[in-house]
Every structure is written in C-alpha cells, then in structure tokens.
C-alpha cells in the first residue's frame, strides 16, 4: 500500500486552473516530487522540491505543500496537459521512496 | 545530454531470476552525489518504487520486495543492474531507471523503459 495518497481522477474545463493533491504523513517531513506521464510514454518530472520546474516545463506548473498534503496546480490547463500524474515522495522512515496511485487528469 | 535506458528480457519464466540493465550517459556514478533508481509499472496501474544505489554504494530497496531484489553498479561501463528473484506473473511490468542526486528527491531523466512479462 501507497504511503501517499491521490485522487483517482480530476476534470478541468480548458484555460481554467486545476489543484491535485497528494497525502501523506511523510510530507510534513519531505517534499513531494510531480510526474506526467502520457500513454504510452515515460514519466516526465514536472516539479520537485518546494517549487521548483525542470528546464522545458512551463510555468502552468506549480508546487506546493502544506501540513501532511502537496499540491500539485496547473493555471490555464491545456489539451497536452491531459495525463496521468504521480506524486512521489519518502516514505516515513526517510530510507525509502513511494509514489502516489496517480491521477487521471482530463481536460474537458 | 542525459539518457538512460533499460535492456533485458522481454519474457521470464515463474520462479527465474530477471536481470536488467540500465546503461545510462551525461553523468557518471563516480560523482558524488549521483544515484540511479529502479521504478516499475503493471499495465494499467501506478508507478512503484523498487531500489535505488548512489555513487557511494549506498543502497535502498523497497520493504517489500528487500528479499527478491539487488542492485548493484559498474561506474566503468556506466550500468547498473537490478536482479529480481522467483519472478512470478504480478511481476510483470514496464521497468523504468531514473537518475537522482542524493538529498533531493526527485527521478529526472528516465529511461524509456523496458516491458517484461512473467508466463510460462
């Protein structure tokens, strides 16, 4: 069993702005790290750290924590943001890495 | 220009050993602070992390796959490899290497991963 949790599934209408989440105990003590995977294709990391984009990824994406819960927003959501995405982060040991069950993201 | 990729067999059988590779460039595992990391991915599932080694030899492996798992590096050839023990049919996966730096947690590039079937 995942020690961080996602919603299975999320909807936004085109343009507009949506939040997904990630829960854990272990995310009031580490970051959370974001991935989009398309089908068919590898995960891509989107965000890692307390904010922080990998060169090429816009800045739809952001990042943020609070208390036992990472947040995943993407402003103005797009048609190629549609996607799966993963939090990943330590477990509550610190020694170990989960990721979350994903989130299907559609944009309507 | 970092890339990593997966190679090994596509088909094992229930109770074999698998044995992948990860052959990667644009970073080297003599520096300090590089890791590479294992992830895999049942079709139509999540993501799962699997074991992790650093250019320290430092080594990390899922709790619950500690016993079937090792992993282990040849910073010569630019390989890591992850050997997983009596393969059974949940076990089958695409299988994905990711590099990370020691402290910050996050798995950037990936490998384009490498599909493996359990069956007899």
Redesign the interface.
């Given at each position: 069993s995942?020690e961080v949790t996602q919603d299975p599934a999320v909807s936004v209408a085109l343009g507009q702005t949506v939040r997904i989440t990630c829960q854990g105990d272990s995310l009031r003590n580490?970051?959370?790290?974001w991935?989009q995977?398309k089908p068919g294709q590898?995960?891509?990391?989107v965000i890692?750290?307390q904010n922080n984009r990998?060169s090429g990824i816009s800045d739809r994406f952001s990042g943020s924590t609070s208390r036992n819960t990472a947040s995943l927003t993407i402003t103005g959501a797009q048609a190629e943001d549609e996607a799966d995405y993963?939090c990943?982060?330590?477990d509550s040991s610190g020694?170990?890495?989960?990721?979350?069950?994903?989130t299907k993201l559609t944009v309507l | 220009q970092i890339t990593l990729r997966e190679s090994g067999p596509t088909l094992v059988k229930p109770t074999q050993t698998l044995t992948l590779t990860c052959t990667f460039s644009g970073f080297s595992l003599t520096t300090s602070g590089v890791g590479v990391g294992w992830i895999r991915q049942p079709p139509g599932k999540a993501l799962e992390w699997l074991a992790l080694i650093y250019w320290d030899d430092d080594k990390r492996y899922s709790p619950s796959l500690k016993s079937r798992l090792t992993i282990t590096k040849d910073a010569s050839k630019n390989q890591v490899v992850l050997t997983m023990t009596n393969m059974d049919p949940v076990d089958t996966a695409t299988y994905y290497c990711a590099r990370t730096p020691y402290g910050l947690d996050r798995f950037d590039p990936w490998g384009q991963g490498t599909q493996v079937t359990v069956s007899s």
């Open positions: 995942s580490y970051f959370a790290s991935y995977q590898a995960p891509i990391l890692y750290g990998p993963y990943s982060s330590r020694n170990h890495w989960v990721f979350g069950g994903g | -």
